[in-house]
């Protein structure tokens, strides 16, 4: 986060596991707290999106109570219609960036949405795009996680101009 201010970002965006458990520790979160009140005040806004680690069992998370309390904003906007799963782009006020992306979920849940997601519309959209997501591609896995479960990169939308990944918790960089 001092990182983030100090350059002077745009905006943060987490692809999940924004705790490392569900129900985090209230210190954890306190402390969470105050380092995004920091980024806030430099005019730096969070979005984020659900990790595996993010979700509770009784469906409400922290992620969904600072996004309550207008600290940070959740990104992942879906609906099934019919047998499609539509996503709605955030647009971020100061860049004009759009963002969408999906949730993590089990994997076999995961890659039924991925399934039936809508891309020709998530393509069709122009301006600045972003997807978010919280899957480990298979091509890009590295070696260390082979046997991860994974989404080939054909199940992603095209035509983004960044594509933000979380749960590998590694930072990588690929060009496709």
Not at 111 to 124: A, F, N, P, V, W
């Amino acid at each position: 986060m001092d990182k983030c201010v100090e350059l002077g970002v745009d905006f943060i965006l987490v692809c999940g596991d924004f705790f490392h458990i569900g129900i985090p520790d209230l210190s954890v979160v306190n402390e969470a707290l105050l380092r995004i009140r920091q980024v806030q005040k430099a005019g730096i806004p969070v979005y984020v999106i659900y990790g595996s680690h993010d979700y509770t069992p009784n469906g409400t998370s922290v992620i969904d109570i600072l996004d309550t309390a207008g600290v940070i904003t959740k990104v992942a906007n879906w609906r099934v219609i019919g047998s499609k799963v539509k996503l709605d782009f955030f647009e971020d006020k100061k860049t004009g960036a759009k963002l969408a992306g999906i949730s993590a979920r089990k994997i076999g849940l995961e890659r039924k949405y991925y399934e039936m997601l809508d891309k020709e519309s998530l393509e069709k959209e122009d301006g600045f795009k972003v997807f978010a997501f919280h899957s480990a591609i298979t091509e890009f896995k590295p070696e260390h996680l082979s046997e991860m479960e994974s989404l080939p990169i054909s199940y992603f939308p095209k035509g983004f101009d960044y594509y933000a990944g979380g749960n590998i918790h590694e930072r990588a960089e690929f060009k496709f």
